[in-house]
Each structure stands twice: as structure tokens, then as C-alpha cells.
């Protein structure tokens, strides 16, 4: 996003400008995380930023390319002055990968749709015990009105109830009252609702709520959430989505439905830090928030010169952190991560079969079989054998002079260390029956 002047050429002034405006947009939206965007100022004192997400990005090429109708991911580099806590995979510079979908579309389907993606990605990597936490920004609006907070107010408590992950409630009731301005009163009549978490059955008992079914926003935001976790059970993944009143996302630009994803699991105290560990307990450190995202309805017509909006859903996924555990958990494993996709390597036991294994491994490329050969003319077979060890490649395919006599090759499981001779004709098969 930031560029030099000098890098800009014919279209410096446009581009300028550009950045110039995001960094506008940037503090009008983030609610009180504005202050982890990193400002900056070129050569002629204009203003610019780091970006601080994808989605402002994101929305702004919706509205100057006139795109009303997209599904897309994208991975980049985003910024925020936060305090790093590096066993936690929380930096100042890092990688985020999103997903969004922009368009008019019926009630909840492509946010379950989200959902679900966030679901699927965290089953597969295996991180342990997760679940995605769902609230809706209209149900909280709705919510601190029936409660008594001012309209003005919203925003600010909004962000101080989303710290709820973070405080206890007396730590958070604190600061409603002593710094936000909030009569206790207010304050625990918020309380009781979002000490609240369930699924379908518990929207539905807050649409009979006496005081939030009375509200618009509230009403409409416990209706979709009631069809949402329809659609959910459709996709089957009730089992890890809970209603909790207590998730706010500090991010201004939310309008609807928002969610976030957090591992249950901790780090090992042993290897955090002395900050990381302040108010953990023996057992480690929390890991957090892996994913978020929400409904961003408003966000495009900020950017169009004519207002116009479109609707956009979409998720954030916090690839650092999601490496650091995955890092952290094969520290702690006995078992050997593989660093490559290698299937075979083609391993000669005596010496001058270079051409021999060359023609093989040819042989098994042509097959689609990820083979590997050692560059060196006579390779010792031990020192193959090692290479496989070190790698994770899990087979090796075995030349001598009695295997090319006979047409076999001789094929070694590296892990169990076993053997069997098997005919030319047939390796690829074996191989694929071994790795697939």
C-alpha cells in the first residue's frame, strides 16, 4: 500500500491520493484499534499508513472498479502497533489470509458459508479443541439500547465489551463506569445478557424476550441468527459454533452478523515469555483469536462517489499465529515433520548407476511420482538412507546389479525399514498404494 513518490511516476498524484483517503477511512473505522495503525508522512508532509487489514482494501476496489458481485481470497502483509508476543504468533508486521463475498444475495447463506470455511480449515490443520463464537452487531446495538446506554455511547462500550476475552466482567464493568461514563445500573443490566452463550435455541428464547424483541435491530439480528444456525446444522458444524452476546469485534465497519474462531488449547508456560504469561495460569498460556471476520454492509458506499453499497461477508485468518502453534506442536512431538513432498527418492546401493537411477527417476516424473535423486555420482547408501530420514521422504527405491539382473527394484519403507523386491512394471503402483 505504501509506496515512495519516486516509485509512482505518471500517476504519483493519483496514487497519493489514494493513500491519502485510506488513511482517512482507516481511523473512521477501526473504533478505538485506530491507534495500532502505524502513521506515516512522505517527503511533502502528507499523511499516509500501513494498512491495517485487507477488508478496507478490499472494499475500496469494489467501489472503483464498480464490482458489485465477487468471491475471492487474498493473502498479504498487514500492520498494527500492538505489542508483539511472538510465542503467540502476534507481530507488528504478518501475514493474514481472507475471504470474503461481496454481492445481494439471500439472508445468512454466504455467511454460514463463511462459517463453515473457517470450521473446515481448523479441522483440517488439527490445532487441537477449537469453537467459533457468533454474535450479531445489530443484536448488540439492540441490546445496549434496552440496557440504557446512549446512542453515542455504542461504539466505545462496544469496544470495551469486546475485551470480555481478555478482563474479567468486574474488570470490564469498571471501565464502563469509571472511564466510559456508564451508571452502574446499565452496566449490570449488560451483564446479564452477555453472560449469555447457546445456539439456535437460544435466539429463540431471546425473540420472546420482553424488552430485546421489542427492539428493530435486535429483532432482526435474532432472526437471522435463528436462520443462521439452520444453515449450520445443514453444513454440520453446530458442534463448534456457539451464540456468545458477550463477542463485540472492536472494528467499526461491522453492521451484522460477526464471529471469531479460538483454540481452546494453552502454549506451555516453559516457552513464553514473562509478559506473555501475566495472568496465565500453570498450565500456560492462552492461545486466543485464530480467525474473525463479520458482515460489512456499509463499508463499499464509503468509497463509491455515489454512496452505492454492496453487501460483503468475509473472514480473516491469522496465518502467523496459526504457524506458531502448528510449530509449537511439532516441538513437542516425537514425530518427524516432513519437509518436503518428495514420495521416493532413487537410491543406488553400489557405485556407476548414475544413468540407471537418472532413467528411473525420469521414468517415475513421466508418472506423475514425486521422485528425488541425490546429485552426486556414487552416493554412499547410507548417506541416502539418511537423506530420506532427515527429509520425511518415506520410501526409497533401491538399484543394484541384482536388481537391474532381475527387472525389480528394490523398494524400502524409511520409517519401518522394510523391503520388498518389486517388478519394474509395477513400482508406480506400489508407490502410489504406499503415499496415497
Given at each position: 500500500?505504501?509506496?515512495?513518490?519516486?516509485q509512482?511516476?505518471?500517476?504519483?498524484g493519483?496514487h497519493?491520493?489514494v493513500?491519502?483517503?485510506?488513511?482517512?477511512?482507516l481511523?473512521g473505522?477501526?473504533?478505538?484499534?485506530?491507534?495500532?495503525i502505524?502513521d506515516l508522512?512522505?517527503?511533502?508532509?502528507?499523511?499516509?499508513?500501513l494498512?491495517?487489514d485487507l477488508?478496507?482494501?478490499?472494499?475500496?476496489y469494489?467501489a472503483l472498479?464498480?464490482?458489485t458481485?465477487?468471491k475471492?481470497?487474498?493473502?498479504?502483509?498487514v500492520y498494527r502497533r500492538d505489542?508483539?508476543?511472538?510465542t503467540?504468533?502476534?507481530y507488528?508486521?504478518f501475514y493474514?489470509?481472507?475471504?470474503?463475498?461481496a454481492?445481494?444475495?439471500?439472508?445468512?447463506?454466504?455467511?454460514?458459508?463463511?462459517l463453515?470455511?473457517?470450521?473446515e480449515i481448523?479441522n483440517?490443520?488439527d490445532l487441537g479443541?477449537?469453537?467459533?463464537?457468533?454474535?450479531?452487531?445489530r443484536?448488540?446495538?439492540?441490546?445496549?439500547?434496552v440496557?440504557?446506554v446512549p446512542d453515542?455511547?455504542f461504539?466505545?462500550i462496544c469496544?470495551?465489551?469486546?475485551?470480555?476475552?481478555?478482563?474479567?466482567?468486574?474488570d470490564?464493568k469498571?471501565e464502563?463506569?469509571?472511564?466510559?461514563?456508564?451508571s452502574?445500573?446499565?452496566?449490570?443490566?449488560?451483564g446479564?445478557?452477555?453472560?449469555?452463550?447457546?445456539g439456535?435455541?437460544?435466539a429463540e428464547?431471546?425473540?420472546?424476550?420482553?424488552?430485546l424483541?421489542q427492539?428493530?435491530?435486535?429483532?432482526?439480528?435474532?432472526t437471522?441468527?435463528?436462520?443462521l444456525?439452520?444453515?449450520?446444522?445443514l453444513?454440520?458444524v453446530?458442534d463448534?459454533?456457539v451464540f456468545?452476546?458477550s463477542?463485540?469485534r472492536?472494528?467499526d465497519?461491522?453492521t451484522?452478523v460477526i464471529?471469531?474462531?479460538i483454540?481452546?488449547?494453552t502454549i506451555?508456560?516453559?516457552?513464553?515469555?514473562p509478559a506473555?504469561?501475566?495472568g496465565?495460569?500453570e498450565?500456560?498460556?492462552s492461545v486466543g483469536?485464530?480467525a474473525?471476520?463479520?458482515?460489512?454492509d456499509?463499508?463499499?458506499?464509503?468509497?463509491d462517489?455515489k454512496?452505492?453499497?454492496?453487501p460483503c461477508?468475509g473472514?480473516s485468518?491469522?496465518?502467523?499465529?496459526?504457524?506458531s502453534?502448528?510449530e509449537?506442536?511439532?516441538?513437542?512431538?516425537s514425530e518427524?515433520?516432513?519437509?518436503t513432498?518428495?514420495q521416493?527418492l532413487v537410491?543406488s546401493?553400489q557405485?556407476n548407476?548414475?544413468?540407471?537411477?537418472?532413467k528411473l527417476?525420469?521414468?517415475l516424473?513421466?508418472?506423475?511420482?514425486?521422485?528425488e535423486?541425490?546429485?552426486?555420482k556414487?552416493?554412499?547408501?547410507?548417506?541416502?538412507?539418511?537423506?530420506?530420514?532427515?527429509?520425511?521422504i518415506?520410501?526409497?527405491a533401491?538399484?543394484?546389479?541384482q536388481?537391474?539382473k532381475?527387472g525389480?527394484v528394490?523398494l524400502?519403507?524409511?520409517a519401518?525399514?522394510?523391503e520388498v523386491d518389486?517388478?519394474?512394471a509395477?513400482?508406480?503402483?506400489e508407490?502410489k498404494?504406499?503415499t496415497?
Amino acid at each position: 500500500m505504501l509506496q515512495l513518490k519516486a516509485q509512482l511516476g505518471g500517476d504519483e498524484g493519483k496514487h497519493v491520493f489514494v493513500l491519502k483517503t485510506a488513511k482517512e477511512t482507516l481511523t473512521g473505522k477501526y473504533g478505538e484499534d485506530s491507534k495500532l495503525i502505524y502513521d506515516l508522512k512522505d517527503q511533502g508532509g502528507e499523511l499516509l499508513s500501513l494498512r491495517y487489514d485487507l477488508t478496507v482494501p478490499f472494499a475500496r476496489y469494489l467501489a472503483l472498479n464498480k464490482i458489485t458481485n465477487i468471491k475471492r481470497y487474498h493473502i498479504a502483509k498487514v500492520y498494527r502497533r500492538d505489542n508483539p508476543a511472538m510465542t503467540r504468533g502476534r507481530y507488528r508486521e504478518f501475514y493474514q489470509c481472507d475471504f470474503d463475498i461481496a454481492g445481494q444475495y439471500d439472508a445468512m447463506i454466504p455467511d454460514a458459508e463463511c462459517l463453515k470455511i473457517v470450521y473446515e480449515i481448523l479441522n483440517e490443520l488439527d490445532l487441537g479443541d477449537f469453537r467459533i463464537k457468533v454474535n450479531d452487531r445489530r443484536i448488540l446495538d439492540g441490546m445496549f439500547a434496552v440496557c440504557g446506554v446512549p446512542d453515542e455511547k455504542f461504539r466505545t462500550i462496544c469496544s470495551t465489551v469486546d475485551k470480555l476475552d481478555k478482563m474479567a466482567w468486574e474488570d470490564v464493568k469498571k471501565e464502563m463506569v469509571n472511564e466510559k461514563g456508564l451508571s452502574e445500573d446499565v452496566a449490570d443490566r449488560i451483564g446479564e445478557y452477555v453472560s449469555m452463550q447457546g445456539g439456535q435455541d437460544l435466539a429463540e428464547r431471546l425473540l420472546q424476550d420482553p424488552k430485546l424483541s421489542q427492539n428493530k435491530q435486535a429483532f432482526a439480528g435474532l432472526t437471522d441468527m435463528k436462520l443462521l444456525f439452520s444453515y449450520l446444522e445443514l453444513f454440520q458444524v453446530t458442534d463448534k459454533v456457539v451464540f456468545d452476546l458477550s463477542l463485540a469485534r472492536g472494528l467499526d465497519y461491522y453492521t451484522g452478523v460477526i464471529y471469531e474462531a479460538i483454540l481452546s488449547q494453552t502454549i506451555p508456560a516453559s516457552v513464553s515469555t514473562p509478559a506473555e504469561q501475566n495472568g496465565a495460569d500453570e498450565a500456560g498460556v492462552s492461545v486466543g483469536s485464530v480467525a474473525g471476520g463479520g458482515r460489512y454492509d456499509g463499508l463499499v458506499g464509503m468509497f463509491d462517489p455515489k454512496g452505492r453499497k454492496v453487501p460483503c461477508v468475509g473472514v480473516s485468518i491469522g496465518i502467523e499465529r496459526i504457524f506458531s502453534i502448528m510449530e509449537q506442536k511439532a516441538e513437542t512431538s516425537s514425530e518427524k515433520v516432513r519437509t518436503t513432498e518428495t514420495q521416493v527418492l532413487v537410491a543406488s546401493a553400489q557405485k556407476n548407476l548414475l544413468e540407471e537411477r537418472l532413467k528411473l527417476t525420469s521414468q517415475l516424473w513421466n508418472a506423475g511420482i514425486k521422485a528425488e535423486v541425490l546429485y552426486k555420482k556414487n552416493p554412499k547408501l547410507l548417506s541416502q538412507l539418511q537423506h530420506c530420514e532427515e527429509t520425511g521422504i518415506p520410501l526409497v527405491a533401491i538399484l543394484g546389479e541384482q536388481e537391474l539382473k532381475d527387472g525389480v527394484v528394490k523398494l524400502r519403507n524409511v520409517a519401518s525399514r522394510e523391503e520388498v523386491d518389486v517388478p519394474r512394471a509395477d513400482l508406480v503402483d506400489e508407490i502410489k498404494k504406499r503415499t496415497l
